[in-house]
T-cell receptor, first 112, second 117 residues
Framework: DTAVSQTPKYLVTQMGNDKSIKCEQNLGHDTMYWYKQDSKKFLKIMFSYNNKELIINETVPNRFSPKSPDKAHLNLHINSLELGDSAVYFC???????????FGSGTRLTVV | AQKITQTQPGMFVQEKEAVTLDCTYDTSDPSYGLFWYKQPSSGEMIFLIYQGSYDQQNATEGRYSLNFQKARKSANLVISASQLGDSAMYFCAMREANTGTASKLTFGTGTRLQVTL
C-alpha cells in the first residue's frame, strides 16, 4: 500500500563496512531520486534515475553507487562507510519533469 | 549563490493564529515550480502545496496557502488557524525545468515552527 518504501528504516554500522539501502515505488513513476539530509536538516540531492538511466550525479563520492534494476526500484550501496556518512537518506520518485514528488520515510544511517 | 532562502530558522505561533513562513528563490529559468514540505519529528517528508511559475492564482490547499509574488521571487507559506500538530520543520523547494530529463528539487534550510497553547 505504501507509495515509496525504503528499507531499512534504521541502520547502525561500523566504519569501513559496506551497506545497502533499498527503495521501491508502486506509483508508476519513471524517475527516482536519492537525497541526503545532514545533521542540520539540510536536504541535498545525490542521484536521480529516469527509466533506469542515471541522470543526475551530484559530485557524490565514488563509495556511493546507486543501482536501478527497473524503474520501480532504486537501491543505494555505500562502500567503506565513514563517520561523515551518518545522515538520513530519503528516496523519492516523480512522474517525469512536471510531476509532484513523493518521498519515502527515510533511512537513518549511523556510522560508529 | 543560494537558490532557495528561508531566513527564519525558528518561528513560534499561538494555536488558532495564522503564521507566514518566508521563502525567496533565485532562478533565471522562466519555467519552475515551488513546493512546500512539512517534516514532523517522526521524520517523513509530507507534501503540502505546489505553485507553478505560470500559475495565475496563488495555490491553496485547505489551511495552507502560498503567497506567490513572482516579481519579488518570493513564495511564502501561510498556515491559517494553527494547530498543535503543525509543529514541525517546513521546507521550501524549487524545481527548475531546464535541468534535463529528471528535474531535481533544491531545498531551503528549513524553518522550525512551534505552535503553542
Amino acid at each position: 500500500d505504501t507509495a515509496v518504501s525504503q528499507t531499512p528504516k534504521y541502520l547502525v554500522t561500523q566504519m569501513g563496512n559496506d551497506k545497502s539501502i533499498k527503495c521501491e515505488q508502486n506509483l508508476g513513476h519513471d524517475t527516482m531520486y536519492w537525497y541526503k539530509q545532514d545533521s542540520k536538516k539540510f536536504l541535498k540531492i545525490m542521484f536521480s534515475y529516469n527509466n533506469k538511466e542515471l541522470i543526475i550525479n551530484e559530485t557524490v563520492p565514488n563509495r556511493f553507487s546507486p543501482k536501478s534494476p527497473d524503474k520501480a526500484h532504486l537501491n543505494l550501496h555505500i562502500n567503506s562507510l565513514e563517520l561523515g556518512d551518518s545522515a538520513v537518506y530519503f528516496c523519492a520518485s516523480s512522474r517525469g519533469r512536471a510531476g509532484g514528488y513523493t518521498f519515502g520515510s527515510g533511512t537513518r544511517l549511523t556510522v560508529v | 549563490a543560494q537558490k532557495i532562502t528561508q531566513t527564519q530558522p525558528g518561528m513560534f505561533v499561538q494555536e488558532k493564529e495564522a503564521v507566514t513562513l518566508d521563502c525567496t528563490y533565485d532562478t533565471s529559468d522562466p519555467s519552475y515550480g515551488l513546493f512546500w514540505y512539512k517534516q514532523p519529528s517522526s521524520g517523513e517528508m509530507i507534501f503540502l502545496i505546489y505553485q507553478g511559475s505560470y500559475d495565475q492564482q496563488n495555490a491553496t490547499e485547505g489551511r495552507y496557502s502560498l503567497n506567490f509574488q513572482k516579481a519579488r521571487k518570493s513564495a511564502n507559506l501561510v498556515i491559517s488557524a494553527s494547530q498543535l500538530g503543525d509543529s514541525a520543520m517546513y521546507f521550501c523547494a524549487m524545481r527548475e525545468a531546464n535541468t534535463g530529463t529528471a528535474s531535481k528539487l533544491t531545498f531551503g534550510t528549513g524553518t522550525r515552527l512551534q505552535v503553542t497553547l
